[in-house]
Every structure is written in structure tokens, then in C-alpha cells.
């Protein structure tokens, strides 16, 4: 099945510190990725829509300037949080959909913990 | 703007008893699919639901899509701890972009 990696599962970083996120999938190319954010007991929030080779496409209220996202590759997109506050501390999930299959399949990454001190 | 309402947002129950998670829309959704996920880790598909009154079954849970496509339904039968997870249902926003939109996702804890 298809699988899709981040890392890291947790990091922690000081306030005012840059952090950078990996999704990758593993064994399949991916067009588009997308990043979510979840806060406790809550739904995925939708951040950005990553596509590779071309820029990414944020949803209403998202800081683009603060939430880096490269799609370098058909396997890697990175999500660096900039100049990182306490209030960027969430859980980070990406999913990727398939260049050969549909759209209806998108699959989850296993998410990466950020607390920001 | 498309929604999805999802209720309850949390269920706490005891080991055997059966549970309906609903979710509802006044838009028309070309597929809808049902993900859980745990504690720590990313949401896993469960299923996905394209046909108005599609009913699929995965062992103890069964699924329902409306006829008119806005709503779906989860249904389980005798719940056992291992179900206990937030239960999220997601529609595609017909966008073609392969963007979801998800419910608010349903809290299950079943006790021993």
C-alpha cells in the first residue's frame, strides 16, 4: 500500500527558531501534497495545498510568509515554520495523492508533533 | 462555503453497546470517506462511499451514504475498546484539486 512518512514525529524549538518538516512518500510519486494542522481532540485544519515544481496555494488565514512549503520532488514536500512562537505548537500532518490513481485516494502521513518553548 | 457536521462530537460508551456517528451536509458530494485515527499518529481510511445509498460493511461497522449524497452515517455494532479513536468523516470539495474538507470528528471512547 501506499505509504507516506514525515519527519521528524516530534521536535522541539525555542521561540524565534525556523523548523523544518519532511513528508515524503515512499513508494509512490506525488503530485500534490497537503498540509494540515490539528489541535487536541480536534479536526485536520487544511494549511496549503503543495504542488510539485510550482508554488503552493494557502487557505484563507494562513501565513505563507511564516509556513514555508517547497514540493522540490514527486516524493518530498518540506514545511518550514519560521521564526516559530508558542502558539505554532500543534500537531502537523501531510497527505499525499497518487499520480496514478484518483483523487479520491489521499494518503496520511503519520504526523509530526511541534512544541515550540 | 461547503460544511460538514458531524455529531456527536464525543461518545462515551461501554464495551458492547452500539454507536452511530452522523455526518451531514447541504451540499452534494461526489464521494465522502470515513477516516480514524489515534492518539499521536495520522488519520487511516476506513472507507469511501461514491454511490447515493451505498452501504458498505468492514466487519463491525458499517457505512451509509444518503441518497442525495449530502449526509453519511457510521454505524457500530458492539463496540470494543480498540474502537476508541476520533472518527472523522472528509468530502472532497469537487474542486478537482483533491482537496477534503473534514467534520468537526467524533470523539469515541468505549469502556471495559
Known amino acids: 500500500g501506499a505509504v507516506v512518512s514525515q519527519h521528524p514525529s516530534r521536535v522541539i524549538c525555542k521561540s524565534g527558531t525556523s523548523v523544518k518538516i519532511e513528508c515524503r512518500s515512499l513508494?509512490?510519486?506525488?503530485?500534490?501534497m497537503f498540509w494540515y494542522r490539528q489541535f487536541p481532540k480536534k479536526s485536520l485544519m487544511l494549511m496549503a495545498t503543495?504542488?510539485?515544481?510550482?508554488?503552493?496555494?494557502?487557505e484563507q488565514g494562513v501565513e505563507k510568509d511564516k509556513f514555508l512549503i517547497n514540493h522540490a520532488s514527486l516524493t518530498l514536500s518540506t514545511l518550514t515554520v519560521t521564526s516559530a512562537h508558542p502558539e505554532d505548537s500543534s500537531f502537523y500532518i501531510c497527505?499525499?495523492?497518487?499520480?496514478?490513481?484518483?483523487?479520491?485516494?489521499?494518503?496520511f502521513g503519520p504526523g509530526t508533533r511541534l512544541t515550540v518553548t | 462555503t461547503q460544511l460538514l457536521e458531524q455529531s456527536p462530537q464525543f461518545l462515551s460508551i461501554q464495551e458492547g453497546e452500539n454507536l452511530t456517528v452522523y455526518c451531514n451536509s447541504s451540499?452534494?458530494?461526489?464521494?465522502l470517506q470515513w477516516y480514524r485515527q489515534e492518539p499521536g499518529e495520522g488519520p487511516v481510511l476506513l472507507v469511501t462511499?461514491?454511490?447515493?445509498?451505498e452501504v458498505k460493511k468492514l466487519k463491525r461497522l458499517t457505512f451509509q451514504f444518503g441518497d442525495a449524497r449530502k449526509d453519511s452515517s457510521l454505524h457500530i455494532t458492539a463496540a470494543q475498546p480498540g474502537d476508541t479513536g476520533l472518527y472523522l468523516c472528509?468530502?472532497?470539495?469537487?474542486?478537482?484539486?483533491?482537496?477534503?474538507?473534514f467534520g468537526q470528528g467524533t470523539t469515541l471512547q468505549v469502556k471495559p
Open positions: 497527505s499525499a495523492v497518487g499520480t496514478s490513481g484518483s483523487l479520491y485516494e489521499q494518503y
Open positions: 513508494d509512490f510519486q506525488a503530485t500534490t
Open positions: 503543495s504542488n510539485e515544481g510550482s508554488k503552493a496555494t494557502y
Open positions: 451540499s452534494v458530494f461526489s464521494s
Open positions: 462511499v461514491v454511490t447515493g445509498g
Open positions: 472528509a468530502a472532497h470539495t469537487g474542486s478537482n484539486t483533491g482537496k477534503l474538507i
